[in-house]
């Protein structure tokens, strides 16, 4: 049975925080009609009233009733002494509380913030569906990391509900407490039964938090609808016995429990005892609310876009049992996925399309079989399940009908494909990856890092960066073929791919075999241009055994052919044994690579090095000196006026009050920004809430703020699947109300010709589409001039030209304004979104349609990699004739600690100075003002605090606006690493004080031969 945890001082430090819950207020010592003074976030006057009255379920108890007319208004605690100022964090991690809607309560979608003092410590992503009406629900928050909070005196206050300018609710049972007070251990072997027959309306939940002990083994039998929502920590084994349609890994508000600590083993089993009709009995994954891209993989997991529960676990998935997956496009990290012959990965458990799921194994880098077979439900097409296989180690694919149609990526590692290839001929069999719909497809991405081959056949498009194996460290035949269906597939070698044939003798050797073309893309991973050919690598066993006149058919093929017609050959690499003669013939058979040994002795062939430069670019992140750079008091907007140039913030103006320019948010605007746009406020759903009927109030509150302070305006945004209102569609994506195509041009062309035309000459540039990008880019990899849109009630409902019909609207409306095409993860040059918007956007320019540039939004975090990335990404748009402005900037941090935030203020240095450095980039846009009013929750994005106190960020920008602005007045050229040399006597460098240096450090000022520089 379960254990009690022990409150031992060992436990306590093996797991931090572990102590007795404290309750701060449960207002049973208050008489009824007691009234509290509210607490308004801002230092402003509160609006609004909390009176002590009897709970509206419980008379005998005592609750605390609020109603609230302003923003930032909230209830107000007293911190006892031991809790005061950054103790509180050091001791507890979570805020929990009850809390109560009143049957009047307005909007049902708002966020929940807690502050200490003035600090904001806590805030809903987004602005969740805050439950029921007149029903008491349990909440819990998780504290902050402290930053803003004063130390030793301060923090005294803890200020928590609804921010709303309009609420009435509940509350009572104010406590904090630590990580791990409610978790009970597991020591030895636990059955816990929570099977019965449900219904999807009846989900029975098991959410007790568990300390496993090493040894430990729970059995948890599932109910036929079930949500675990129990965080767990610790070791031992888990087996999960899936009672039938849904055993949720999370639970209804679509969150997974946090297993992160958790790193034992979790074996999933089919539970038919409840009904042996269920389609699925297994497990299925909630998805976070995140977005996952699989191109993006790396940057994806680093930025916490994917789930992580078993990240640290091995999962065995037993024959009988299911994986599936939440909607949307979701990535799945599992360190270690072991599945049984007669198990069953689903992507999304419906049949829907427009939904993605990506399995993300190896991060424990240990070797595993998946023997299952992988498909989405019902083999529908259009809904995606893939494989990214990441660490070291070897995942080996044997199923022989799998459908795995959202490819499989080797980023690391290695992938063999290891399924019956003579099976699966004989009786057209789809193999181990799959057969796409179209023979274009790529079903097989091998990443310049990757390794991929294997025993049997690949039915799918190949694309090959790194290298492919035939084999499973012996020799194979591999087989690029399609048996089910007898197409063509085509084998696609980059410049940096390279083919390992292993040889023993003349009857045992590697082949591949392709049953259809070869081709070469001249163009590598990061979409540059190269001259380096694809290699075939010739290797000998330790037993080879071979003869003069021996010959090898290594590679054949139906064709050979190139992009863009490039002629090229394989770069042969030889072992260091023998004479070799490798012949690469064309004929009316195909392709064939023929190898011979024309001698038995050693001609030297394999002392030639192997062009397999993996190098890896590192970008300077700047030389900052945040303590001198505080001696300049000049606020931002001075260097940017000065250069005719911009740096701005979002304003949300239903918090900001631009109308009072005394406010502390707006003065501090005006005074350190020359340019604005509206958070929300020109969005479609805010200035056209009913069809006809539009609404320009709040926009115009912040254009003639704007006017009052000679700043630009830009306009966000015209075109966008997201923040649509409902009577035109139901979710961004579909055409929810089946309109015409023609009726969906009309809505698109009234709406751009009144918001244009109303602030024409007001707003000086337009987002005129904004993220039409799918974050998936499929086709790009097969034409390099491709892109693929995302879906959405526009391109789905009229066509990609609703894309030419808007810039040509805009542009009709105000011929003056700048029109933009804007997205995110487009940011550095070789990434594959970013090459589609450079594709995009030289087709509407190639087209005719006015388009003017395009915007990088720069959601990054700090310590961003891509630096010089983005420096020529945009230097490439100004060679193309666009503008190219860094329109929604904020860098992300994990926690305010010294090292994170000199980080932070070291990349937006680089990155400010990157967009100075460019006529072509006139414009910086940081997307908000204070940590406090960011959508990036918790993330700490900005240049100020949640108390307007300027960050180390801030100077990072104002260094490198200072010094665009100082090189520009003084005539000074900026240059980068090779432009000075140093050590050269006729070209001798100096400091500004005439001083001869050695070396050069990044953001001064030197002087040769009479010119100055910044370097």
Not at 566 to 592: H, M, N, R, S
Request: aromatic share 10%.
């Amino acid at each position: 049975m379960f254990k009690q945890l022990f409150l031992a001082a060992t436990l306590s430090t093996i797991f931090p925080n572990i102590g007795n819950a404290e309750v701060l207020e449960d207002f049973e010592s208050y008489e009824i009609g007691t009234t509290i003074t509210l607490f308004n976030c801002w230092g402003n006057a509160p609006t609004g009233t909390a009176e002590v009255v009897a709970d509206p379920s419980n008379a005998k108890n005592k609750v605390l009733h609020v109603t609230i007319s302003s923003w930032g208004t909230f209830v107000p605690v007293t911190l006892p002494e031991e809790l005061l100022g950054k103790k509180l964090i050091e001791s507890k991690d979570y805020v929990t509380f009850r809390i109560r809607r009143a049957a009047n309560d307005a909007n049902d979608y708002k966020k929940i913030q807690i502050y200490q003092d003035k600090a904001l410590v806590y805030e809903d992503e987004s602005y969740p569906h805050q439950g029921d009406k007149n029903a008491w629900q349990q909440r819990s928050y998780p504290l902050g990391d402290g930053s803003g909070v004063l130390g030793d005196g301060g923090g005294k206050i803890l200020a928590l509900g609804f921010n709303s300018d309009a609420s009435e609710y509940y509350i009572d049972d104010i406590t904090v407490k630590g990580k791990y007070d409610d978790y009970v251990t597991i020591d030895g072997t636990v059955t816990k039964d929570i099977s019965k027959q449900n219904t999807s309306s009846s989900y029975e939940t098991f959410s007790t938090p568990l300390r496993m002990l090493e040894g430990s083994n729970l059995i948890l039998k599932t109910a036929r609808y079930t949500y675990i929502t129990s965080p767990i920590i610790g070791e031992g084994r888990i087996d999960i016995y899936g009672g039938g349609e849904r055993t949720y890994l999370g639970g209804s508000d679509k969150k997974s429990p946090d297993w992160t600590e958790f790193k034992g083993d979790v074996h999933v089993w089919p539970y038919q005892n409840l009904s042996t009709s269920n389609g699925f009995y297994g497990l299925m994954w909630m998805h976070n609310g995140k977005t996952f891209n699989p191109d993006a993989a790396f940057n994806d997991m680093a930025e916490g876009k994917a789930n992580y529960t078993l990240q640290h676990s091995r999962l065995t998935l037993h024959k009988g049992a299911t994986l599936g997956a939440e909607s949307g496009n979701r990535g799945i990290r599992i360190g270690h996925l072991e599945t049984e012959e007669g198990s069953q990965i689903y992507g999304y458990v419906k049949a829907n399309a427009n939904n993605s799921s990506y399995y993300v194994v190896g991060y424990s880098n240990e070797d595993a079989t998946l023997a299952g077979r992988i498909s989405p439900v019902n083999d529908k097409l259009a809904t995606l399940v893939g494989i990214v296989k990441e660490g070291l180690g070897t995942y080996r694919i044997t199923g022989n009908t799998n459908v795995i149609n959202g490819a499989v990526r080797v980023l690391e590692g290695r992938v063999l494909i290891n399924n019956n290839a003579v099976e699966a001929k004989a009786q057209k069999l789809s193999g181990g990856i799959g057969t796409p719909e179209s023979a274009e497809t790529t079903g097989l991405y091998i990443m310049k890092n990757g390794i991929a081959g294997g025993t049997g056949n690949i039915a799918a498009t190949t694309n090959v960066y790194g290298i492919l194996q035939p084999g499973d460290d012996g020799i194979s035949t591999l087989a690029i073929a399609d048996y089910a269906n007898n197409k063509g597939i085509s084998l696609i070698l980059r410049p940096t791919a390279r083919i390992d044939c292993e040889i023993a003798n003349a009857q045992s050797y590697d082949k591949v075999e392709v049953e259809g073309a070869v081709t070469y893309y001249n163009i590598d991973q990061e979409f540059a241009v190269s001259e380096q050919m694809p290699r075939l690598r010739i290797q000998l066993t330790k037993d080879a055994d071979l003869h003069e006149g021996d010959e090898f058919t290594l590679f054949t093929s139906k064709s050979k052919t190139a992009y863009q017609n490039v002629e090229w050959d394989f770069d042969i690499i030889y072992p260091k044994a023998y004479t070799w003669k490798v012949e690469q013939k064309l004929t009316d058979d195909g392709f064939k690579v023929i190898a011979r040994v024309t001698s038995l002795t050693y001609s030297g062939q394999g002392d030639v090095e192997d062009n397999d430069d993996k190098k890896e670019q590192e970008d300077d992140n700047g030389n900052l000196d945040i303590a001198t750079e505080k001696q300049y008091n000049t606020p931002l907007r001075n260097y940017t006026d000065k250069q005719g140039t911009f740096v701005g913030t979002c304003v949300p103006v239903w918090s900001i009050n631009v109308d009072d320019d005394n406010e502390s948010r707006s003065a501090l605007i005006a005074k350190e920004y020359n340019m604005v746009v509206c958070e929300n406020e020109m969005k479609f759903d805010a200035t056209e809430p009913n069809k006809g009927s539009f609404d320009y109030s709040n926009g115009d509150r912040l254009v003639n703020f704007a006017n009052r302070h000679n700043m630009r305006v830009r306009g966000h945004a015209l075109a966008w699947h997201s923040q649509v209102p409902a009577w035109l569609t139901s979710d961004g994506k579909k055409n929810s109300n089946n309109l015409s195509r023609q009726q969906l041009l009309d809505i698109l062309h009234n709406h751009i010709k009144n918001v244009v035309t109303h602030w024409k000459g007001k707003v000086k540039e337009w987002d005129v589409a904004n993220e039409v990008l799918d974050d998936n880019q499929q086709t790009i990899y097969s034409d390099p001039k491709g892109y693929d849109l995302r879906p959405s009630v526009w391109a789905t409902g009229i066509g990609e030209d609703f894309l030419d019909s808007a810039f040509v609207w805009a542009h009709k409306y105000d011929p003056d304004a700048v029109l933009i095409l804007n997205d995110y993860d487009v940011e550095a040059k070789g990434a594959g979104k970013s090459e589609a918007l450079y594709n995009l956007a030289m087709r509407l320019r190639n087209d005719n349609i006015p388009i003017h540039g395009v915007g990088l939004q720069c959601h990054l975090d700090a310590g961003a990699k891509n630096i010089a990335e983005i420096d020529a990404n945009i230097a490439r748009f100004k060679e193309a004739g666009f503008e190219c402005h860094i329109t929604e900037l904020d860098l992300g941090i994990d926690n305010a600690s010294e090292e994170n935030l000199q980080k932070q203020a070291e990349t937006y240095y680089s990155l400010a100075r990157v967009a100075m450095k460019h006529d072509n980039c006139k414009s910086l846009m940081i997307w908000g003002l204070s940590d406090d009013l960011t959508w990036r929750t918790g993330r700490k994005p900005l240049l100020f605090d949640s108390n307007l106190q300027k960050k180390p960020a801030y100077w990072g920008v104002h260094a490198a606006l200072r010094q665009a602005a100082e090189a520009e007045a003084s005539g000074i050229e900026e240059i980068g690493d090779g432009c000075l040399v140093m050590g050269d006597g006729s070209k001798a460098i100096y400091n500004l004080q005439g001083e001869r240096v050695s070396a050069l450090k990044k953001g001064k000022i030197y002087i040769t031969n009479g010119k100055k520089y910044m370097y």
